[in-house]
């Protein structure tokens, strides 16, 4: 392997760059003093770090920001914004204006891959990401051939996310990403070793990584940045930085969060050789700077259209540049046969795999149970780059993220696990929601009539509470019919989705309708008379409610009955036709509210027992659902 | 240090020990294939750790199973349940007929301290447990000095949780919990290695673990424990068992759920030398066994009894024991002041913490933001084991489990962090919930109208997404009258609670009440007239809504406001006296929903920027909050 070590360390400018440094660190807080809102101490702490990266090593068209192999960088510790928003000032991607006006509504941000908030959610994209580079390279031939930066702080690897995804990437031997930790040894409340004796070297060497540990400056930065692009192994970058660098709060807790005065900028200022003025740097500097990743942005790009001239077969790639990431299933055919929805769901997440080559994914250990295999494809390995089923193991957490970061690549990933263990998945999901990427979630064992495990494994309000979060579309469809309607309406669009399953549901309806799904609410049983009432219910329990129905009819109340595939789908409810109106969940009560007040549901916990059991336990027989119907008439 | 190895190695019986656990392995699976429900492959090789432990080590009171005393065992794999209800039965506490009819509906078993369901949150629970035990310790002179053991499982160690609870085990060196780890090396989808290349012996020392790796058998596992019970740090014992011992699935994941046939469960009995007939037992085996523990039981209970007479001030003993976790507030005394609702909710918490020695708590990193920190007392540390506050860390999952651990020894313990983060500790939550314990989180910066932080800081479906959960209490307090209601009731009950607060509110009203937190909700602007309208809010926006009423009432409408600073407390809704009622929260709309079909709420994510473009932006302003109640009154 070429080592670049001594040529790149000769284009260093460590007059110009320590300038350059200074000037970041001064108009970052002048950002955070103009905004009344970011983190001084990181901002004098880590500018080394983000100004040495970016200078000298990320690999960026600034004339196609979207050039799909850019590197890539996630910045985990959004507290550390405001310097990125000044290496975008840097480049010209951002005027003074800009950078005053940030913070503000609907302010959108170069460079920003991902919109991170939660601690950990960044590192667990960038596995992500890294995991898809080696996809992607094996797929193009090595036309793609990016590298994954992340910069997180050493705070954020309490967190127990970070540990699940850094994992995975020491167990896929993820050797093209590198992360930078900016370790300040210091955290809100206390300093690091307050809450952790953790040897981190010991850590990362546990799990495959490749460790380099040094003091903060740029020549260290950066020869540290070289040698763990030439790793053989994915790399952590322990960057020993001071946090409020030459502030009188240098190394202390007190800065994070703290919004220095006028005259601590000014002394700050001082110290760092900068103008007194505010948003001032020296023109040298960012010349410079904006030269120095134009020229190498330049190199790379024509190396790539080269590369790219040259190969064979360009539709996957062209796929991926123009975001083609949806898929028809019109020439779909299923052979019903008497099979439960989980089984027909990976007939047709096979089909959609031989026939749309941007689905990929995996399972948290439960592939075979949640029937979400690709039997097609082999597993993904540090051996198979090409394979497209994804082993997360028992990690929850960072499964979610890493169908985040795979999505920013334009992969329609999925993962798969019970119901009641989205818990853990609830913070990448509210990732995925916000920053509204293609990814798929599939949850089985869908209510308390699960026979096997725990009470815990028994989901009641998990189904309300994944409806709550913005963007979700969460589906659950009664049987085949309205499960390929699922799927049409998932691959349709490239937003984020729940795809919630029986654990063995078999039946199948003559009056169900894929088209139903679009609609989110439609008539499954209907009723010619004038006088009537409405049931809404879906999955499982649908079938219960028809019968039910039926019941009610003998006893002469005629109803109509409706399925509800999915509610972000409901456009209004007139079809309702201002009928009294009953639903009807195994789920909590609130998760119908909105369409009514007459809910039946469950608000307890779930039990042990055959199904039988659990359905007159809850009150789920046919006769008494049908005498708590009666009595919700009577009210 | 006294090493008892070889005296206790010379009880060992190894032959009759041997029978003991094949014993053990035939009636486990004679309940699986009864129940149709478990783990074979788990129940045989898991055996030996459970059978030696409890024969050898684990103290019990068999004639009082709460003796506070007791050695506490947590078992953070359900699927291996099957052998402790064996061990109960080797015990006489449950009985043959018992065993057939576990897994059913209500069913209460004996020596299960905690009821887990989610892989990980044993592991959590075990390191509240084992703290409790050193403040407990320190706190009686000694008189408390139990171990706490858990039985997890390799696969288990994947999820992140462990991660971030274990690293908190040797950072406050709790070296009387010691964890038995089942080292099988398989999970349900794959071999293990397939998911995890991770060093065990260097992932635990990196976090002051000591390691022991053995192969399983009776001898070595009761030499690690006799080691592990001397260790100066937290141990961790890597026992090397073989899955589906003596079957024909041995060491595969085949066996992981499955159901064994009559006929392969003959074969195993007969390779292990057991008759053939279900659930039958060597009665030499258990009588030896149960006597064992009965003999040490009694010798421990009669040493702490000795102990106990000694103590000079009983008082906090006697209040654990006999449960007296409950406490009233009615001395409280607060000096309003203009101070925010964090800085008095401190206050009300120092003042308990002084005169209620059962609160404990701490935050994860955010004591200072959440203002949770207890000003009387010390950091709890490896050298200050009678601090009573605990700083987690950025550790939000472990946070939520260890406190659920701490509330099973009886404490009253907190945890704090911004509302937004409460995703993070959802599956504590679900815990806390399920087993009823006496825990409370605070959660602030309750808002889409905090101004710092990212958009993911800003929580809008998280409020109803908690309230969703069975059992769990959610508060959410307008003023210091209602916040004082919320802590009346959080202390004069011993169950779940969330405290939802504000970030600045300062607002304090004369017409707010303590007593309308027990009734859920109450009324906060009268009206008189006959025709009036009903507002319904909570919270922050409580404010704006009784500001809004004003503006109503100089155009005519009448109007009713009302607080609902605790929905699970409603009992009806007659107060409404069917008047027209409209709802308005910051949050999802859905949290309204079950009390009237008129919600105002946000059903988008947040945004960046100031508190008055935040209201304006979501439309909360007086002016626009009025001509959208105008407009539902004509819908």
């Not at 580079?133 to 590298?147: A, I, W």
């Not at 790793?231 to 930085?241: A, D, F, G, L, N």
């Not at 809404?536 to 509800?564: M, P, Q, R, T, Y």
């Amino acid at each position: 392997m070429l080592n670049l070590g001594n040529k790149e360390n000769e284009l260093l400018n460590l007059d110009l760059d320590n300038k350059g440094v200074n000037n970041l660190r001064g108009i970052a807080l002048d950002m955070i003093a103009n905004s009344l809102s970011g983190d001084g101490g990181i901002a004098l702490g880590t500018a080394e770090i983000i100004y040495t990266l970016f200078k000298y090593h990320m690999n960026i068209d600034l004339d196609n920001l979207d050039f799909i192999n850019r590197d890539r960088f996630i910045l985990s510790i959004g507290h550390a914004a405001p310097l990125l928003y000044g290496i975008d000032y840097f480049l010209d991607l951002l005027t003074i204006d800009d950078l005053k006006n940030l913070k503000r509504i609907g302010s959108k941000i170069p460079l920003v891959e991902f919109s991170g908030g939660l601690f950990g959610q960044g590192i667990g994209t960038s596995v992500g990401v890294a995991l898809s580079r080696e996809y992607l390279n094996k797929k193009t031939n090595g036309l793609l051939d990016y590298y994954t930066y992340v910069l997180c702080g050493d705070g954020e690897l309490e967190e127990g996310i970070t540990y699940e995804a850094l994992s995975l990437a020491g167990t896929w031997n993820l050797n093209k990403l590198i992360i930078l930790l900016d370790s300040n040894e210091v955290t809100l409340d206390n300093s690091l070793k307050t809450t952790t004796i953790e040897d981190i070297q010991k850590r990362f060497e546990s799990i495959n990584f490749n460790v380099i540990e040094i003091e903060s400056n740029i020549k260290n930065i950066n020869d540290a940045i070289i040698s763990a692009k030439n790793s053989s192994r994915p790399t952590i970058i322990v960057v020993k930085t001071k946090i409020g660098y030459s502030s009188n709060y240098e190394r202390s807790n007190l800065l994070h969060n703290k919004i220095l005065t006028n005259e601590e900028i000014l002394e700050i200022k001082e110290k760092l050789g900068l103008l007194p003025s505010n948003f001032t740097v020296n023109k040298d500097v960012i010349e410079d700077f904006r030269n120095k990743v134009l020229e190498r942005g330049k190199v790379v790009s024509l190396s790539f259209q080269k590369k790219y001239q040259k190969l064979e077969d360009k539709t996957f790639i062209d796929k991926l540049i123009n975001h083609e990431n949806t898929f028809s299933l019109k020439n779909l055919e299923i052979d019903y046969n008497e099979k439960d929805l989980r089984d027909l769901s990976q007939e047709i997440l096979n089909y959609i795999s031989l026939n749309f080559d941007l689905l990929i994914g995996g399972s948290t250990d439960l592939s075979s149970s949640c029937k979400t295999y690709l039997n097609n494809y082999e597993l993904f390995s540090n051996s198979n780059q090409l394979g497209r089923n994804i082993a997360f193991g028992i990690r929850e957490e960072a499964s979610g993220a890493i169908i985040n970061g795979m999505a920013l690549l334009g992969f329609r990933p999925f993962v798969s696990t019970f119901l009641a263990f989205s818990d853990y998945m609830r913070p990448s999901i509210r990732e995925s929601a916000m920053m509204n990427l293609g990814v798929f979630y599939i949850f089985t064992h869908d209510s308390v009539l699960v026979e096997e495990g725990e009470i815990l494994h028994k989901p009641i309000e998990q189904l309300p509470s994944l409806e709550l979060i913005p963007n979700l579309k969460v589906y659950r469809p009664f049987d085949l019919n309205e499960l390929i309607g699922c799927y049409i309406e998932i691959f349709k669009n490239n937003s984020p989705s729940c795809l919630i399953l029986p654990k063995d549901n078999k039946n199948i309806s003559l009056n169900t309708k894929s088209s139903g799904v679009e609609l989110g609410i439609y008539e499954v049983l209907k009723n010619e008379t004038e006088d009537y009432i409405n049931l809404i219910s879906n999955g499982e329990e649908l079938e219960i409610v028809l019968n039910v129905a039926k019941n009610l009819k003998e006893i002469g109340i005629d109803s109509k009955v409706f399925s509800v595939p999915c509610k972000k789908n409901i456009d209004n409810l007139s079809l309702l036709n201002g009928k009294k109106t009953i639903a009807i969940t195994l789920s909590s009560p609130e998760y119908f509210y909105d369409l009514t007040q007459n809910v039946i549901g469950i608000s307890t916990f779930g039990e042990l027992g055959t199904k039988e059991e659990l359905l007159e336990y809850f009150g789920f027989t046919e006769q008494v659902l049908q005498s708590k119907i009666l009595e919700l008439l009577n009210k």
